[in-house]
């Protein structure tokens, strides 16, 4: 099975503070990416990355950044958090060629900027 | 601009009876779509798809149809159990080099009552 490991659960952090959400994969899989989930909104793309060091920004790029050094680790970077960050984190994988729309989603990290 | 709409924000049905749960879309590029399930706490896993060379796609009690000219795709579930219970979304790819990049719509949640 498809295993995606978000690093945290919850985390809770202050307005101004750089936050880190640290994703990895054990699939070997080329296609990596970040969502967020709010009430009402759905499931928003942060960035994705299709190759080590290569991203692309998604729909909701600002106030993010994104960093893959390796091919299972992608991270999500919060540069200077702010309370309208507060969000379900999700972190997804997929492989390439036909099968890449079908994510694998890990657990998700819920952010709470005070 | 919210590509991929779910209008039902939630769902209740009878333990036995047939749920259907529906999604519209907006983008004309858009060539395959995809249903995820969310149970509390974890993240969303695949469920069904449906290319848009097809206009349905039956996986055990899952059934999914598009129509294209309308731009709706809905998802049909016979019979519904209680562990159907979930938050289901709706997604949706240009497919080409789109590396798996997938756009969602808010999310509909179904209530199965025993």
């Known amino acids: 099975d498809v295993k995606v490991t978000q690093s945290s659960r919850y985390l809770v952090k202050r307005t101004g503070e750089k936050v880190f959400l640290e994703c990895v994969q054990d699939m070997d899989h080329e296609n990596m990416f970040w969502y967020r989930q709010d009430p009402g909104l759905g499931l928003r793309l942060i960035y994705f990355s299709y190759d080590v060091k290569m991203k692309e920004k998604g729909d909701i790029p600002e106030g993010y950044s994104v960093s893959r050094e390796k091919k299972e680790r992608f991270s999500l970077i919060l540069e200077s958090a702010s309370t309208n960050q507060t969000s379900m984190y999700l972190c997804a994988s997929s492989g390439s060629g036909t099968t890449n729309e079908k994510l694998f989603f890990g657990s998700g990290t819920q952010l709470s900027v005070l | 601009d919210q590509q991929v709409k779910q209008n039902s924000p939630s769902l209740s049905v009878q333990e036995g009876r047939i749920s259907i749960l529906n999604c519209d879309y907006t983008?004309?590029?858009?060539?395959?779509f995809l249903w995820y399930k969310k149970y509390p706490a974890e993240g969303p896993t695949f469920l069904i798809s449906i290319s848009s060379i097809k206009d349905k796609n039956e996986d055990g009690r899952f059934t999914v149809f598009l129509n294209k000219s309308a731009k709706h795709l809905s998802l049909h579930i016979v019979p519904s159990q209680p562990g159907d219970s979930a938050v289901y979304f709706c997604?949706?790819?240009?497919?080409?080099?789109?590396?798996?990049?997938?756009?969602f719509g808010q999310g509909t949640i179904l209530t199965v009552h025993p």
């Open positions: 997604a949706a790819s240009a497919g080409g080099t789109s590396y798996g990049k997938l756009t």
């Open positions: 983008n004309s590029m858009f060539d395959y």
